[in-house]
């Protein structure tokens, strides 16, 4: 009978100091993000640091992302005032390319145009373009680039960027000889579109869509920039002039 109380009181005591280890242990391997691993030499158990995968991915799933009916606004800040890209919005607003992604993957899709997330909710994106030039003026037509190919762009009365149009050469016939030129007319036939890449010089066009007028109240040899030239503000009256002064800039 004495002998059994030793044994039972020895058992006790080996089962206090097993769980108090294992308390021990489990404490320390959360509190240094460890984990024990089966290797093939002795010990035969090691430690190594837990893989953060899942705490990576619960972040990754409750980021805010672009749902089908999400708003899109594009913004630009120029030094005189706000404008709004339309034409980015209407294309945007009315294509799935964006659903899914992540205000970080947005930025990085729209990088190379200068905008970049401002405010970011499940049912409308801000994106903001900051621009140290000026805008354009109301009701006027620019040079810029859509995608890689030249374009046509024009302002409405407040100087938001309304309308585009590809520019082709398709206005002129076989014999070279200029035909009717309509900014709102569709283009019929197979367009021949003038890529970047097809230009005498390149700059200007990116960078005045993206930043503004490339001759601005800040340039000090312009003395009146209201009565200077179309073609050296970069911003024309008509579509036409906007036509031309593209051809112009073509490799001959």
Known sequence: ????????????VILIAFIGANYTLVR???????????????????????????????????LTRVSQNTKFIFEIKYKDKG????????????????????????????????????????????????SNRYSYKANMYFLGV???????????????????KLFNSNVYSANGKQQKYNFDEV?????????????????????DLIRGRK?????ETSKDIEDSDEYDKGEFKTPEKAFDYARGLLKS
Do not use: W
């Not at 390319?97 to 994106?125: A, C, P």
């Not at 001759?215 to 340039?219: E, G, N």
């Open 187 to 207: 283009d019929k036939g197979e367009l021949q579109l003038i890529k970047i890449a097809d230009l005498k010089e390149k700059d200007g066009l990116v960078e």
């Open 83 to 130: 404008v709004r890209n339309m034409v980015l919005e209407k294309y945007f607003n009315e294509s799935k390319v964006l659903n899914r992604k992540t205000q970080s993957e947005l930025n990085e899709f729209f990088k190379s145009q200068g905008y970049v997330v401002s405010n970011m909710s499940n049912d409308e994106v801000v994106f903001i373009n900051n």
């Open 1 to 12: 009978m004495k002998k059994r109380k030793i044994l039972y009181s020895l058992l006790t």
């Open 146 to 164: 859509y995608e890689d190919v030249v374009t046509i762009y024009k302002t409405d009365k407040e100087g938001n960027i309304v309308a585009h």
């Open 28 to 62: 320390y391997m959360n509190k240094n993000n460890l984990k024990l691993e089966t290797c093939s030499t002795l010990p035969y158990l090691k430690f190594i640091a837990k893989s953060n995968n899942l705490m990576q991915t619960s972040v990754t799933t409750n």
């Open 215 to 219: 001759y601005s109240k800040d340039v």
